[in-house]
């Protein structure tokens, strides 16, 4: 009896320890679950629905393990991947202590924001924490350094500030770390050197300086290193190569100097290779070896010099070979040929001599030629032409001789062909004219061609620049021209050219006296041309029509004897008053015909009068002048304060004298500058409907300036901005992009105007100190640095495109937003001063979510609502807009991006119109904008 009751006692001991551990199992099994359900309720609404399973009101749901995104093992949650559900809310509301065993935590892509809680160390377990493409802020918390588990790190594309702690050096068994694409700040710690195990660093697209630490050199495991678009200097790593299995190096983009390490001589694993973009020096053919598996190098912007190896043609998978803007010299070694996958070769800006190899038209995949600004001599070879897939060719600025290669009209894909600035002669090919696919550029400027233009070259519909100046042709501009529809920039001057111009609406907007003059005779309706003849005119007795010329000629010439000596005395009178009034230094004025038009402006505006004054700006006050040639000008009296010193005045004329030659159909054309002791002024064209902020402000002229009309506006400035930033050599800074300064014309067309002002004119001179630009506009980093850039304009213009769709200034409605993306601007109009201080605007209404607001209640209500097709437009414009106000400079798109976004018809919006929230349209980033994400997104590494 005694071993049987000591056999139950034993089996209802063991029943009684699996109930109380199925009774703990479970009650922890419940506790992950209501801890997921609690943080489930703190979410936003739209979020409430993508966790739909997340229930235990059905039978079958009465665990979490079935429930989307959560994965269990033994009765306990190990891991919760909910990578792209659209979740917004934050991870206050997580009780990290309910899940000891977790081990790999994804929220990804999404919307979430707030801090990174530092209770997030309580999960012991977790090997796995990727929280990138959020909209997290705040600090990386140093709690991080608790979780000694981890392996993958991912806190990419948010918004964090701060530098990087000390405690991250405690991960020793990482082996991914990517904090790119935030804000951080400060130098990357030395504790870095402890992660020896780290194969992946991503760490662009932030603010980090100060030089790498010497631990640096410890991290001998790296396969991919992402360093690019930061501010790190000192020297590059000597040991980074050293574990022979790096692929990826990306340092582009911040201050390194001194030379290559030795290392990356011998690391034949490369992949990718960018060092363009610092100080670095050395000798070029002996710092690079052979890379048998390299495909992408850029050494582009730094100080190498020396010859091109000829071991970059034994880097068999090379594709893009980049190595402008250096000091290399030499010849270009035929044998780079035989890196037969090359599509992209860049060489230059440097000080390359001989010719161009023909071994280079093998390359059958070669999509890019740049071989701009060296000293290349000889014929452009004609085996060029045999390229499938060449669509940009630049062999700008050389010494280049011989002629066009008939050839290259077989290049079927040709989008930009550059050849300005060499010793090419004879005719212009009329097979240039099959290039049908030319849309960016076609320049033949600045060589010695001869004989007529082909009428063929009118079959060139899409193309945007044409430049065919300084050369020596002869004969009349082709009416086949006028279907030339796409041009904005044209260019026939200095040559011998007379006859008509062709007669379009793209001529007339790009043409002016400038790009027509120092020509034979060429005749039209055009400012500063004669009206042509007129061909219809019968012929009368021939012996009249020899003596009547005669006796005509005879008389006109007589009376132009007397009335240049009239005016040579007038003018010596003039010159003479000028002169005594500011000791020798006389007016000067540049306007469309040349002429001197000072006493023409005063006597139109009598004395700059009150009532010919149409604004007044923070720089001068604008006057309506009607000249005596009937020809309107809008002319900017510049306050006393602005004028350029008498020491600066040589300067100031000189960069007036290049803004005057800037052409394009969207930039208000600026005639010239008169400067004197007691009055100076800018002249400009006149634009009949004023600012788009007058516009904007009175009901019946908002109204009047409908949804296409405002697209159309958007997309005017947007590509007048692009061609300041990106074609205009030194590129140009607006500074002051405000609706008051973009005017349109009187079919609601735009021009950005005081494009020249702002860099001109003292900045010291008024209330703003250093900061120039218009309240309610200046990007919010000119709150702690003053340095201009061209992203500055990228902020202003999305403020603009903000004002025209909602028909008001933004400001209050970004005050309001809970956007960590999002930055008001350094003032908003209706302040009354400027903060030194502060560089935010007190929100004055509550703040909301952006999820909470839709589309449709933001846009202008004066206008009804647009059509399907129109609203799509709308929703792209907003969204990119958006994308322009980033608070990250480095996170805003280029102008460039931006203006190719504008005119692309692709659609952004699946949803109805209706439904689209500010918050869809936020966050996005430059990165959409090139159709790449965040993480492999080649804009910024």
């Known amino acids: ?343 992209f070769i860049d060489l230059s800006s440097n000080k390359l001599v001989g010719g161009i190899p023909k071994e280079l038209a093998t390359l059958k995949s070669l999509f890019n030629l740049t071989l701009s600004n060296n000293n290349l001599s000889g014929k452009i070879p004609e085996e060029l032409g045999n390229l499938p897939d060449l669509s940009y060719l630049d062999l700008a600025a050389n010494n280049l001789s011989g002629i066009v290669p008939l050839n290259l009209g077989q290049c079927s894909k040709m989008l930009c062909l550059n050849l300005s600035s060499n010793q090419l002669h004879g005719g212009i090919p009329e097979e240039i004219g099959e290039l049908e696919s030319l849309q960016v550029m076609l320049d033949l400027s600045r060589n010695s061609l001869s004989g007529e233009i082909p009428w063929q070259l009118g079959h060139l519909v899409k193309l945007e620049i044409l430049d065919l100046s300084r050369n020596q042709l002869t004969g009349s501009i082709p009416s086949s021209f006028e279907q030339m529809e796409s041009l904005r920039i044209v260019d026939f001057s200095h040559n011998e050219l007379e006859g008509p111009v062709p007669e379009n609406k793209a001529f007339r907007e790009t043409i002016n006296a400038d790009s027509l003059g120092h020509n034979r005779g060429l005749c039209g309706n055009y400012s500063g041309l004669l009206n042509c003849p007129d061909r219809n005119r019968g012929h009368g007795n021939g012996v009249l029509l020899i003596i009547i010329p005669l006796v005509g000629a005879s008389l006109i010439l007589s009376i132009l004897v007397g009335i240049l000596y009239g005016l040579q005395k007038e003018r010596r009178k003039t010159s003479d008053e000028l002169r005594d009034s500011h000791h020798g230094n006389l007016f000067a004025i540049w306007s469309y015909d040349g002429k001197m038009v000072y006493e023409d402006i005063k006597e139109a505006t009598e004395g700059f009068d009150a009532k010919h004054c149409i604004g007044v700006g923070g720089h001068g006050s604008v006057y309506r002048a009607e000249l005596s040639t009937g020809q309107v000008v809008a002319v900017k009296k510049l306050h006393p304060s602005q004028y350029p010193k008498l020491e600066d005045r040589k300067t100031f004329e000189t960069e007036i004298r290049a803004l005057t030659k800037i052409r394009h159909r969207n930039i208000v054309k600026l005639h010239g500058f008169c400067s004197h002791a007691q009055q100076s002024f800018l002249v400009y064209e006149y634009l009949e409907r004023g600012s788009l ?108 495109i903000l004002e025209i769709m909602m028909g008001r200034h933004p400001g209050d409605l970004i005050c309001s937003l809970s956007a960590p993306s999002l930055s008001p601007p350094l003032r908003s109009p209706s302040s009354s001063s400027l903060s030194s201080s502060s560089s935010f605007v007190e929100p004055s209404t509550p703040v909301v979510k952006p999820n909470a607001i839709s589309l449709k209640d933001v846009l202008d209500q004066r206008l009804a609502s647009p059509e399907p097709e129109v609203a799509e437009e709308i929703v792209r414009i907003v969204k990119l807009a958006f994308a322009c106000i980033n608070n990250n400079p480095q996170n805003r798109p280029t102008m460039q991006q931006v203006s190719q976004e504008l005119s692309s018809r692709k659609l952004s919006f699946s949803e109805s119109f209706d439904k689209v929230t500010l918050g869809q349209l936020m966050g996005s980033g430059s990165s959409d904008l090139n159709g790449s994400s965040h993480a492999s997104g080649p804009l910024y590494k």
């Open 1 to 343: 009896m005694l071993p049987k009751t000591l056999l139950l006692l034993q089996s209802l001991l063991l029943l009684s320890t699996l109930l109380s551990s199925f009774h703990v199992s479970y009650a922890a099994f419940n506790g992950e679950a209501q801890a997921l359900l609690n943080w489930k309720a703190s979410l936003q609404n739209q979020s409430q629905s993508m966790l739909s399973s997340w229930s235990l009101s059905s039978n079958k749901n009465t665990t979490p393990c079935s429930w989307h995104g959560v994965v269990c093992n033994q009765g306990s949650v190990t891991r919760i991947n909910l990578t792209s559900v659209n979740l917004e809310g934050t991870l206050d509301h997580f009780n990290f202590s309910s899940f000891p065993n977790l081990s790999s935590f994804d929220l990804q892509k999404n919307s979430l924001f707030g801090t990174i809680p530092p209770q997030i160390s309580n999960l012991s377990k977790l090997s796995i924490l990727i929280l990138g493409s959020n909209q997290f802020t705040g600090f990386i918390p140093k709690e991080l350094g608790n979780l000694t588990n981890l392996s993958v790190l991912i806190l990419s594309s948010n918004h964090i500030l701060g530098s990087i702690p000390e405690e991250i050096g405690k991960l020793g068994s990482l082996r991914e770390l990517r904090l790119n694409l935030n804000n951080l700040t400060g130098p990357i710690p030395a504790s870095i050197g402890n992660l020896n195990q780290l194969k992946v660093l991503s760490l662009y697209g932030n603010q980090l300086s100060g030089e790498l630490p010497q631990e640096f050199n410890r991290l001998t495991n790296l396969t991919l290193v992402f360093l690019s678009n930061n501010s790190i200097s000192g020297f590059l790593p000597e040991q980074v190569c050293q574990g022979g299995i790096l692929e990826d190096f990306c340092a582009s983009n911040n201050r390194f100097v001194g030379t290559v390490p030795k290392g990356f001589k011998n690391c034949t694993t490369l992949t990718r290779l960018r060092l363009d973009r610092n100080n670095l020096v050395g000798n070029i053919s002996e710092d690079f070896g052979v890379y048998p598996k390299l495909d992408y190098v850029d050494l582009s912007y730094n100080h190498f010099h020396g010859e091109l190896s000829p071991n970059w043609g034994k880097c068999q998978l090379l594709t893009s070979l980049k190595i402008s803007d250096n000091q290399v010299t030499g010849v270009i070694p035929p044998e780079i040929a035989g890196s037969t996958l090359l599509h």
């Open 693 to 800: 902020g007058k516009i904007l402000g009175e009901v019946e002229q908002a109204k009047e300036l409908d949804w296409i009309r405002r697209i159309n506006v958007a997309k005017g400035v947007g590509n007048a901005l692009c061609y300041m930033h990106h074609d205009c050599i030194p590129p140009i800074i607006h500074r002051d992009i405000s609706s008051n300064n973009i005017l349109l014309d009187t079919k609601f067309e735009a021009r950005v105007s005081d494009f020249g002002t702002a860099r001109l004119v003292k900045l010291d001179s008024s209330n703003w100190t250093a900061v120039a630009g218009t309240c309610g506009y200046i990007a919010p980093e000119l709150a702690y640095t003053m340095k201009v850039t061209e992203k500055c304009d990228v902020y202003s213009f999305g403020m603009v």
